[in-house]
Structures are given as C-alpha cells and as structure tokens.
C-alpha cells in the first residue's frame, strides 16, 4: 500500500508564527513516531503514540511543541511561536510491530 | 537514557572494497536494533535490522553483527559501489511500549569508483 505521507513538503515561516505538521502514517500502522533532522544531523527523537495510550512526550524539546493524533491515525505536530533553531527537517515514521519503522518523506522547515 | 555512539563520522572507499561502521549504546535494556541509509534529500530507508536475540545476521552484501555483552554493534558492506554512497546511521530501541528509536550522529559514505 502506499507509504507515509507528509504535508507540506516545505514550509518557510516568519519567527514568531505558528506552524502545523501533518503525517498520514501507513494504513493499519498503530504506532507514529516524530522525528527531527537538523542541517546534517542525527535524527532526534520528539514524540510516541501508539494505539489509544498516553504518547511518550519525552523528546518534545520545549513546551512550544506539541502533537496530536486524531482517531488513531493522522498526526499533527504544532509548533508554537516559531524560533530560527527549530528549522530543521521534521520526519514521520509509522510502524505495526513497534520496531520497524517507516519513514516519511519529511517536511523542511525554514523559519526566517 | 539512552545513548548511540556511531563511528567513524566519515569514511571513503575505493569500489570493490569492503566498509565497516560501528555503534555503541549504553541501555542493555535495549533489543531491536536497526540500521537506515539516507541519500542526499532523501527519507531513510531501513537496510537490515538485528534483534538482540541473535548474533548476526546477512542479506546479500550487507552484514550486521551485534556483541551485546560488550553493547556494540557493526554495519558491514562489502564490495561497496558507488550506490552505496549515502549516510547510514544506526539506532536501538526497547521495543515495546517504549518503541522510540535512538539514532547514532550517521556516517557519510563515500564509494569512489
């Protein structure tokens, strides 16, 4: 079936503004995972949802972040009050088994 | 927590020849452990994952061998091409409930022909 989809590909935004990240996980995929890639960085781990339990928060770097996801499949990841270091490339992964997981394409996000 | 040593940062090859990364990680809590290589704008692709119950594993011209007494893992491609050009970046995980992958800093391959 299709992949994980990511909207937008690009988003440039002004400091201060607030943003919203969208991830269409793979269907039947109970796990979604957030990431974010820096200019040539590692990827850092941000937010955890899998099925109807708590998400594991613990990699959200400040309380300017934030992530839903509605009915189990689509997620929104909103970031608040933009500042220039959270421009990075942020990445959706999805799994079913909890360990393997696939990567969407990504959204770049400049904040100017 | 957990936390992904990954060397070397850089490494360039001659094609044919074979090349090695490698990766520690301090949680022994840790049991899944995957590799992925990203090309230039693009996503990372999962290319061979090991288990902590198993000591290695092979698929084709890539070999991934874990010491988990030692916590260590190594990436091993042989007869690199230049396809194989890319950064590759290793990650472990608890699997389970906490299933989040923590990744190594990557290394850029580089395959010169």
């Known amino acids: 079936g299709a992949g994980v989809s990511q909207s937008p590909s690009n988003k440039v935004t002004e400091k201060g503004k607030d943003v919203e990240l969208r991830c269409d996980p793979i269907?039947?995929?109970?796990?979604l995972y957030w990431y974010r890639q820096s200019l040539g960085q590692g990827l850092e781990f941000l937010i955890y949802?899998?099925?109807?339990?708590?998400?594991?928060k613990s990699g959200l770097p400040s309380d300017r972040f934030s992530a839903e996801r509605t009915g189990g499949s689509v997620s929104t990841l909103t970031i608040q009050r933009t500042q220039q270091e959270d421009s990075a490339v942020y990445l959706c992964?999805?799994?079913?088994?909890?360990?393997?997981?696939?990567f969407g394409p990504g959204t770049r996000l400049l904040v100017l | 927590g957990e936390n992904v040593e990954q060397h070397p940062s850089t490494l360039s090859v001659q094609e044919g020849d074979s090349a090695v990364i490698k990766c520690t990680y301090s949680?022994?809590?840790?049991?899944?452990f995957p590799w992925y290589k990203q090309e230039l704008g693009k996503r990372p692709q999962l290319i061979i994952d090991?288990?902590?119950?198993?000591g290695e594993k092979k698929d084709q011209r890539i070999a991934v061998t874990l010491n988990k007494t030692a916590k260590h893992f190594s990436l091993h491609i042989t007869e690199t091409q230049p396809e194989d050009s890319a950064v590759y970046f290793c990650?472990?995980?608890?699997?389970?409930?906490?299933?989040?992958?923590?990744f190594g800093k990557g290394t850029k391959l580089s395959v010169k022909p």
């Open positions: 269907s039947g995929h109970t796990a």
């Open positions: 949802f899998q099925g109807n339990s708590a998400p594991d």
């Open positions: 090991i288990r902590s119950n198993v």
């Open positions: 992964a999805s799994s079913f088994t909890q360990e393997t997981q696939y």
């Open positions: 990650a472990a995980s608890r699997g389970g409930s906490q299933g989040n992958l923590i």
């Open positions: 949680d022994s809590a840790s049991n899944y």
